[in-house]
């Protein structure tokens, strides 16, 4: 397999987020068997840089044997060009090396983190709560392979280097393997001792950043309840824990580091006496005793190395494994094929959702019908299902039984990058994300200007975008945290009428807005029936019902009654003073207001809050 796809100018295209043609290689598994061929180039290049990292030893041979015995400056000459030559391409072939790795490095990271993240926010979507630090993960991949993975390819080496050794004389190969073993005891002694502490203070660290986050997220309620002391103890006991551990790891790893150093110098020392006894001796000459002091510092080099690299790898080896068990999980969704652009049509049957595997349905049995250019309303009091059904119509869960169809497709089947621009979302709790306000409109892509105002409009809020201090291209912080509530509403409403969807669920558009708002909200509405989408709206407030067509009664997660406005509305108000208990004259106060939220929708008359 060519190692084509790793130069820099491809990494450079890999970093758009992959289509469907693309992830099918986005996966651990598809990923390491592209990544063989680099590999095994990597190390033919680990073969000749290990080869020519002899030049030293046998320019110092040549020197010491032939050119001081026979004072032959040519000879000199001659063997010095050779070795500069080779150390020349010593040095180019160990930068290849190191390139190509660290190019391997940012191609799989590039690879890996749009699939990641898409499994990430399915795990969210799943109540799994899987955190950033998985992206970290990646990051810490990309470290070890660039960074951290040449001395493996070094370590085969060892044993041709001691061999060497045992050929200038055994006595040097016995000293230079007990040095060896001992070094690699002493690496793997470190990481025993280390890894416990290093992995306990991990996972505190990671609290400690989760109570921060928690507190930076909320910091509203935070500083007006003045939570902010019981959540700095919280922070400071997790963060002590971290510290206390890391200090720990740290002083056991500096012991045995300290070691290490001392071994080595006196693996030098004694490499140095035991080739000095032998010249004495005449048993080898001292041209060879200068070259195995420098082959055994060679062949220690690995192991040194991995103590000190040792820990990197280790974190790299954890990383890879919780990387490889987040993809092992499969998706909630299948691949599926490109359908057409839907004319709709929603068709709601025989729902049924709970969340979990226990507990109560919080949907049980809801079925009706929306069309094109139709605005259908969702009402019922709290706990009714109103906002579970909300996420189902617009396909983020599967429902436990019946189908949710657009068209008469499977909506939570349908591929999101194909169905999500036929669908305009607006949830309950409003979420910008950081950028300007034309990037938000737009859903994070390329903004085209005529449709970011043309949904700007649509949504009434073009005027106000203007006002502020560079119009669309204002800055709206992190979470929409530099507007007001209800200029973050407009937004997100213009967000949900971009690019001419199809279908449009609204989860309380008006929570927000003052009566202006609501004026505009409407003829939003009216608009959206004008171009032929199926509006379903989810409200209370008689201000949100007047452009509806049909409305859907929701209490206990069921079906209370489902037809024309009207007629449900003069239902809801006959059963709600039925059921005053006993008979009695004077319904209760929820009855009455739930009666004159109804007279009030279909009198016109100002708008009130339907009692709960």
């Not at 680990?46 to 110092?60: E, H």
């Not at 859903?443 to 073009?462: K, S």
Request: charged fraction near 20%.
């Amino acid at each position: 397999m060519s190692p084509a796809p790793f130069t820099e100018e491809a990494v450079r295209h890999t970093g758009s987020a992959p289509g469907p043609a693309a992830t099918s290689v986005a996966n651990p598994g598809a990923i390491v068997a592209h990544c063989r061929a680099p590999l095994l180039w990597v190390a033919g290049f680990s073969l000749l840089v290990n080869l020519l990292m002899l030049t030293s030893s046998l320019y110092m041979m040549q020197v010491y044997d032939r050119v001081l015995p026979s004072g032959s400056l040519p000879t000199l000459l001659f063997l010095s060009l050779i070795a500069a030559e080779a150390l020349a391409l010593l040095g180019a072939l160990d930068y290849v090396r190191t390139r190509t790795l660290s190019v391997l490095g940012d191609w799989m990271e590039r690879r890996l983190g749009p699939p990641m993240l898409e499994r990430m926010v399915d795990g969210a979507l799943l109540g799994q709560g899987q955190r950033a630090e998985i992206l970290r993960d990646l990051g810490t991949v990309r470290g070890v392979l660039g960074n951290g993975l040449a001395f493996l390819f070094d370590a085969p080496w060892v044993p041709i280097y001691l061999a060497l050794l045992y050929v200038l004389h055994p006595v040097l190969g016995h000293v230079a393997t007990a040095s060896a073993l001992l070094l690699f005891g002493l690496a793997l002694a470190n990481d025993r001792v280390t890894r416990a502490n290093l992995g306990e203070a991990a996972a505190a660290s990671t609290r400690a950043r989760g109570t921060a986050e928690t507190a930076m997220r909320n910091a509203e309620a935070v500083d007006a309840m003045h939570l902010l002391p019981g959540l700095t103890r919280r922070w400071e006991r997790d963060h002590a824990r971290a510290l206390d551990l890391q200090d720990r790891a740290h002083r056991r790893g500096a012991a045995l580091l300290n070691m290490t150093k001392f071994l080595r110098q006196m693996v030098q020392v004694a490499m140095l006496g035991a080739g000095a006894w032998l010249v004495v001796r005449h048993e080898m000459g001292a041209g060879s005793m200068m070259a195995a002091s420098l082959v055994v510092g060679r062949a220690l080099a690995p192991v040194e190395q991995a103590i000190g690299g040792w820990r990197q790898v280790s974190a790299g080896r954890d990383a890879w494994r919780r990387l490889t068990t987040v993809f092992a999980r499969p998706m909630r969704r299948s691949a599926g094929l490109p359908l057409p652009a839907p004319a709709g049509r929603l068709t709601v049957q025989a729902v049924a959702f709970r969340i979990g595997d226990r507990g109560r349905l919080l949907l049980n049995n809801v079925s009706f019908e929306a069309r094109p250019g139709e605005a259908l309303a969702i009402v019922g009091p709290s706990a009714a299902g109103k906002s579970t059904l909300a996420r189902l119509l617009v396909g983020l869960h599967p429902p436990l039984g019946g189908a949710v169809r657009l068209d008469g497709a499977d909506l939570f089947q349908w591929r999101r990058d194909d169905v999500g621009r036929h669908i305009g979302y607006l949830p309950q709790d409003v979420e910008l994300f950081s950028g300007t306000v034309a990037e938000n409109i737009a859903r994070l892509g390329d903004p085209d200007p005529e449709a970011v105002m043309e949904a700007a409009r649509l949504a009434d809020c073009h005027a106000m975008i203007l006002r502020l201090p560079n119009g669309y291209d204002t800055e709206v912080g992190d979470g929409g945290a530099f507007l007001s509530g209800g200029q973050r509403q407009r937004i997100a409403l213009a967000r949900a009428l971009y690019g001419t969807p199809k279908l449009v669920v609204l989860d309380e558009p008006n929570a927000s807005l003052d009566a202006e708002g609501e004026q505009a909200l409407n003829r939003a509405i009216a608009a959206l029936k004008e171009q032929g989408a199926c509006v379903i709206v989810i409200g209370h407030r008689p201000g949100t019902l007047a452009q509806v067509d049909r409305m859907v009664a929701l209490r206990d997660g069921r079906v209370e009654a489902f037809g024309p406005r009207a007629e449900v509305l003069e239902m809801l108000k006959r059963r709600s003073l039925q059921s005053v208990p006993g008979g009695a004259a004077a319904p209760s106060r929820a009855i009455q207001a739930g009666a004159i939220q109804a007279s009030a929708i279909q009198t016109g008359a100002p708008p009130l809050q339907m009692a709960e």
